[in-house]
């Protein structure tokens, strides 16, 4: 199964406030364990949300809104995705991560095609897949 990880933002990832080298060097450790274990697929940090926008979307009004958002606990710092056996598996990891007081992490099941049921056609099957091969395509080089 795939796990989004989200990592909440703090009022320290919200001020653009970069790590220091100790905790990058640990959170580098703790990476290179999960992609030796194969269950990294990937994973990011993000800017603060002052550097970002929402896009909110009311019938066919779109209003942009741009950031710093409020509710720091509401919002996200970085993420990763992970494949792991089960949650149990992905709450192991997560429990070895090298996060410190007060830091608040997530964790998500990433829905698999077969769960969509019969909404999901053939054809909109063979669609995804079409889809999921180029993405594949467009990034091997």
Do not use: C, Y
Not at 9 to 38: D, H, T
């Amino acid at each position: 199964m795939r796990v989004m990880v989200i990592v909440k933002a703090s009022k320290e990832s919200e001020a653009g406030e970069m790590p220091v080298e100790e905790i990058l060097a640990e959170m580098g450790k703790f990476n290179e364990q999960l992609v030796k274990a194969g269950v990294m697929l990937a994973g990011e940090g993000l800017h603060p949300t002052s550097k970002g926008k929402r896009v909110r979307f009311s019938g066919r009004d779109r209003t942009v809104i741009d950031g710093p958002f409020a509710e720091t606990k509401e919002l996200i710092a970085g993420f990763w995705l992970w494949q792991v056996k089960n949650m149990e598996e992905a709450v192991e990891w997560l429990k070895r991560a090298p996060f410190d007081d007060g830091a608040e992490v997530e964790l998500r099941p990433v829905f698999e095609l077969e769960e969509f049921g019969d909404e999901f056609t053939p054809e909109l099957r063979a669609q995804e897949e079409r889809l999921r091969a180029e993405i594949e395509r467009q990034h091997e080089s």
